[in-house]
Structure formats: structure tokens, C-alpha cells
């Protein structure tokens, strides 16, 4: 299965985005919804999960504290707020399920999991 990310954008240093996690196919509420980001030249990296069965978000200590996560039933998005964002957080983010567990730094899934991305460009 896989989700589709939307909301990258550049920003400058200091800004903020937020991004949206969505799948035509899938309710994302029947699943723990991780997020990915693989910046230049560095592996892919899990940075936060919205678990289903618990009213719990995870960040991952990298962000400190600067990324949320919520959701919305009803719309069947889960959404990654950024704020003071830093030209380190340049990255392609993805959504997808964290199949291996929901924590402040899921495990990226290996498989056919991978959307596009969306890409964060963070810049002055």
C-alpha cells in the first residue's frame, strides 16, 4: 500500500509547512502512518508516527520537538507540522505505514511502500 504526500514547498530558515499524508485507496486510520524524510546524499530516515489504535504522536528527538503530527478522520489525512525549520531539514518527505512499529524514529519499510515524496526545500 502507499500514501501520497502533498504540501513541500521552499521556505526560508525560520518558516513553516505543513505537510498532508492521504491515500485514495486505504482508510489511514487502519494504520500506524509514519513519516520519512531522505535529505542529499543521506539515507532515509523515520522522523514521526501517528499511531491507530492510541491518541499518541511521536517525534523524533532530531526534530526537538519542532515537528507535530495530527490528523483528521474525517478527511483521511494525517498531517506533519514543521515549524522552524532549518536548511538540515531539506529532504524529500514520505508517508507511509510503519509496519515495523510506531516510535519517534519508525524504521523505514522496505518494499513497495514509497509514494513520490514531496520535497522541503529550506533556503535563504
Known amino acids: 500500500v502507499q500514501f501520497e504526500e502533498s504540501g513541500g514547498d521552499l521556505v526560508q530558515p525560520g518558516g513553516s509547512l505543513r505537510l498532508s499524508c492521504t491515500s485514495s485507496?486505504?482508510?489511514?486510520?487502519?494504520?500506524?502512518v509514519g513519516w520519512f524524510r531522505r535529505a542529499p546524499g543521506k539515507e532515509r530516515e523515520g522522523i514521526g508516527c501517528m499511531a491507530q489504535t492510541v491518541a499518541q504522536t511521536y517525534s523524533s528527538h532530531t526534530a526537538e520537538g519542532r515537528f507535530t503530527l495530527s490528523k483528521d478522520s474525517d478527511k483521511n489525512e494525517v498531517y506533519l507540522q514543521m515549524d522552524s525549520l532549518a536548511p538540515e531539514d531539506t529532504a524529500v518527505y514520505y508517508c507511509?505505514?510503519?509496519?515495523?512499529?510506531?516510535?519517534?524514529?519508525?524504521?523505514?519499510?522496505?518494499?513497495?511502500?514509497w509514494g513520490e515524496g514531496t520535497l522541503v526545500g529550506v533556503s535563504s
Open positions: 485507496r486505504v482508510r489511514l486510520d487502519d494504520y500506524d
Open positions: 507511509a505505514p510503519a509496519i515495523h512499529g510506531c516510535s519517534a524514529r519508525p524504521i523505514p519499510p522496505r518494499g513497495p511502500y
